[in-house]
């Protein structure tokens, strides 16, 4: 993708220094439904949230900046504190509470699941101009709250191959296998906006 130069990187964005830990294995859990689990060959407690082990992935903000890539670490927080993709503002519309989406393409349906944070109004204009995504095709759209649905991660189990998919947050046997990078959010009644 090509940013103009004097572009804000959006908050989320990942930069090629944020490199992400691989050192995997599996390990006797006896939490787990199966009785092992993925972790880390140095694990920490820090390593698990909502049931899932997350990537642990360098804060730097430094190098190329990564375009395509969210950040694990700061996707999750501005899912979970309601956060502006762009500035790590606070997301809602302060007079009416909605949140603010922008896609670029036209969301498939009314409800659905998202990983990619919500946007302040006050940075809509500017990432509709500068992102050469969505100054070809920007489709706005406003919701209520969300809750959170699962993780979006590499599904890592014993003699496969590693799999990127959404898992659901009530999918145990499956979550202890996953290695999560993304917090999946649902999303109700999307209703579009003029811009
Ligand atoms: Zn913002």
Redesign the pocket.
Known sequence: MVIAAQAVVPYVTAYSEETVALNLTFIRDTWSLSGVRLSYTDPTSSDWDMGVMWARQKTLRRGKVLYDELHTLRQKECMLSRL?Q??Q?PASDPDTGLLTWVFHVEPPAASGRLSKPP??R??LPEAITVCPYLRREAHVYGSGDYCVWGVKGLVVSPGRQPVLRDVPRDDLHTLAFTFARALVVHVSELRRENV
Do not use: D, H, N
Request: overall charge neutral.
């Open positions: 502006c762009v500035c503002g946007i302040c006050g940075c």
